[in-house]
């Protein structure tokens, strides 16, 4: 079943890797990131934004069905199921749903109001044995009707946070969800190496990992970046496998116009891109 997020990261943090956050959208999505990590060894977190979670019809339905897929697929690497980007109110829907992990995005509060809605969840997470993100700054563009302007956190807001003894920190550093401009400026690795300064050992989170270079990805790890989201990366993969299966017409070549035979070209590549995604972050081998 579900493990917390917290000892992933920890071994990350020490094993100077980060574990991949591959956000869900549906069956196929759930069933390939859990195949890829079996397959690559590697610990894995499955994010859910609260769009998705309504999209699949209730954060309960998500958590079954990935539950379930764990047992009958016979997944042994450590999985974690977690909120991405959630409201208070979010929150308190996927403890009760069975999430093993949440995220609180309090970025758009002033900071003492994100410290203490951070507090409440800190105390709820410990009785329930679950996982804490929480996040200063933000990340710019949009998902799933968030937005943000990416303004880069504030170091010592970012220690305000951290010292509440949450288990990891989202702290923006210019990065964006979706796809990047071309006139993006890059991270700011200035900001990232004097956050981590501040607060040491707690594992650091990079949102909008779609796009970023690879250089840049892995200087962000040496800076303490232990989880790294990825969404709209297999989102791409999906619609050009399948585009390229309909533009050759094979939907309508015997009945390849089955669910199961369309959706596959899109399921192989979403598979393919995690295994590519875990490499790179070097979690490899490490469940």
């Avoid at 951070?118 to 996040?135: D, N, P, V, W, Y």
């Avoid at 050992?201 to 970046?225: C, E, F, N, R």
Wanted: glycine letters at 12%; a negative charge.
């Amino acid at each position: 079943m579900f493990v917390s997020a917290d000892e992933m990261l920890k071994k990350a943090v020490a094993g100077h890797y980060a574990v991949g956050q591959f956000n869900i959208n549906n069956l196929e999505w759930t069933k390939e990131i859990l195949l890829a990590a079996e397959e690559a060894k590697s610990p894995v977190i499955l994010g859910v934004s609260e769009g998705a979670g309504k999209y699949m019809t209730g954060f309960k339905t998500v958590a079954a069905m990935a539950g379930a897929m764990i047992e009958e697929l016979g997944i042994t690497v450590p999985v974690a199921i977690h909120l991405d980007h959630g409201t208070y109110e979010g929150c308190l829907k996927c403890v009760e749903a069975g999430f093993s992990s949440i995220m609180f995005d309090g970025s758009k509060y002033p900071i003492e109001e994100n410290v203490e809605k951070t507090k409440e969840l800190i105390k709820i997470c410990r009785e329930k044995g679950m996982s804490l993100e929480a996040e200063v700054g933000s990340i710019g563009g949009e998902e799933d009707g968030v937005i943000g302007a990416g303004e880069c956190a504030d170091p010592k807001e970012c220690k305000m946070i951290a010292d509440l003894g949450v288990d990891m920190l989202a702290a923006g550093i210019g990065n964006i969800h979706g796809k990047y401009p071309a006139n993006w400026q890059g991270l700011s690795f200035e900001t990232l190496d004097a956050v981590q300064q501040l607060t040491g050992d707690m594992p650091l989170v990079l949102h909008g990992g779609t796009g970023i270079p690879d250089d840049m990805i892995k200087k962000a790890i040496s800076l303490g970046v232990a989880k790294i989201n990825v969404n709209t990366e297999c989102q791409l993969a999906f619609a050009d496998a399948t585009r390229k299966y309909i533009e050759e017409g094979k939907d309508l070549q015997g009945k390849g116009y089955d669910p199961r035979k369309l959706l596959k070209p899109g399921a192989d590549a979403i598979r393919a891109k995690v295994l590519e995604k875990m490499e790179l972050f070097g979690s490899v081998g490490k469940a």
